[in-house]
Nanobody
Framework: QVQLVESGGGFVRTGGALTLSCTLSGDTFTTLIMGWFRQAPGKEREFLGA????????NYADSLRGHFTLSKDNAKNAVYLQMSGLQPEDSAIYYC????????????????WGQGTQVTVSS
């Protein structure tokens, strides 16, 4: 069983940058893909992108290319979401999630989720 813990959320000024972390613990051996999502109040959960846990390959939601960057550090059992040019509409709870299947490249079939970290963007 794998546990996920996000960190790094907080308040940031419009146009600013923030890096979120997701730390994995437990039996990470079967992890194939790690994904990032967000959910704003009153909105559906949105897939942001995914990174291969071993390959490091990435796939981003088309609307976010160049705005967010995924990375990982297997030695630290962590994945990261670097965000730049943040706007108020980026305010949301951000979640990382884990999957063992290729469907996760497109935001599907995640079996383990973190508790989320709040990001608030304001001027």
């Amino acid at each position: 069983q794998v546990q996920l813990v996000e960190s790094g959320g907080g308040f940031v000024r419009t146009g600013g940058a923030l890096t979120l972390s997701c730390t994995l613990s437990g039996d990470t051996f079967t992890t194939l893909i790690m994904g990032w999502f967000r959910q704003a109040p009153g909105k559906e959960r949105e897939f942001l992108g995914a990174i291969g846990w071993y390959s490091g390959n990435t796939n981003y939601a088309d609307s976010l290319r160049g705005h967010f960057t995924l990375s990982k550090d297997n030695a630290k059992n962590a994945v990261y979401l670097q965000m730049s040019g943040l706007q108020p509409e980026d305010s949301a709870i951000y979640y990382c999630a884990r999957s063992e299947v290729p469907a996760a490249w497109h935001g599907k079939s995640y079996d383990t989720w973190g508790q989320g970290t709040q990001v608030t963007v304001s001027s």
